[in-house]
C-alpha cells in the first residue's frame, strides 16, 4: 500500500461519512441540552478508543476552538486505580459500569466509543446508564455491533476497519464537541 492509496481511501470514507451530518447534530443537541442542565458528558472506549474518550473529555472540559467556560465531562478510562482495582475485584467487564454508578446520575450522557460495538465492559455500562436514567450514545463502525441495538442514538462511521474507524470517531467527537460550544455560547 501507498500513502497515496491510503490517504485516498480516508477521502472516500470521510466522503461517505459525510451524509451523517443529521445523526451528528442530533448528538450535538443532546450534548447541550444535558450541559445545560448541569449535567454532565461521560466517555468511554478500550485501546484507542480510550484514548479518543479521554481527548474529547479533554476538548470539553479544556477548549476546544473558542474561548468558554469549562464543560462537565470526563474519561472512564484515566482512573488506573480504580481500573486495576475494580478489574481486579469484579472482572474487567465492569471496569466501565463500576465507575459510571458511582459518578453517573440521571440526565447525563453516556458516550460508549467502540469500534466493533461488541465491547463487553462498555455493553455493561450501558446497562447501569440505562437503569439510571442517563442517555446513551454511541460511536462505532458501519455493523454498529450490539451497542447499536441498546443506544439512544448511534453514530454508525461507514467502515469496518479499525483504524479508519478510529479516524473519523475523532473527526465526529471534534465536530460535535465545536458544534456543542459554539451552540452554548449562542444561547447564553
Not at 86 to 91: C, E, P, R, T, V
Not at 120 to 128: E, H, S, Y
Not at 161 to 179: D, L, S
Request: charged share 20%; net charge negative; aromatic share 6%.
Amino acid at each position: 500500500m501507498s500513502f497515496q492509496n491510503y490517504c485516498q481511501t480516508v477521502v472516500k470514507n470521510f466522503e461517505a461519512l459525510s451524509v451523517l451530518g443529521d445523526v451528528m447534530d442530533e448528538a450535538a443537541d443532546i450534548w447541550v441540552q444535558a450541559l445545560k442542565r448541569g449535567n454532565k458528558i461521560i466517555f468511554c472506549g478500550n485501546g484507542g478508543s480510550a484514548s479518543d474518550s479521554q481527548h474529547l473529555a479533554a476538548e470539553l472540559v479544556g477548549r476546544y476552538i473558542i474561548e468558554r467556560d469549562s464543560l462537565p465531562s470526563i474519561a472512564l478510562t484515566v482512573d488506573t486505580s480504580a481500573l486495576t482495582a475494580i478489574a481486579n475485584d469484579y472482572g474487567y467487564e465492569q471496569v466501565f459500569a463500576r465507575q459510571l454508578s458511582g459518578l453517573g446520575k440521571e440526565g447525563d450522557v453516556f458516550v460508549g466509543i467502540t469500534t466493533s460495538g461488541n465491547s463487553g465492559n462498555i455493553i455493561a455500562a450501558v446497562d447501569v446508564a440505562k437503569k439510571m436514567g442517563i442517555t446513551v450514545m454511541g460511536l462505532t463502525g458501519q455493523d454498529g455491533g450490539k451497542l447499536a441495538e441498546l443506544c439512544d442514538l448511534c453514530i454508525k462511521v461507514p467502515s469496518d476497519t479499525t483504524n479508519h474507524i478510529q479516524e473519523m470517531h475523532i473527526a465526529v467527537g471534534h465536530y460535535i464537541c465545536g458544534v456543542t460550544e459554539i451552540r452554548l455560547r449562542d444561547e447564553q
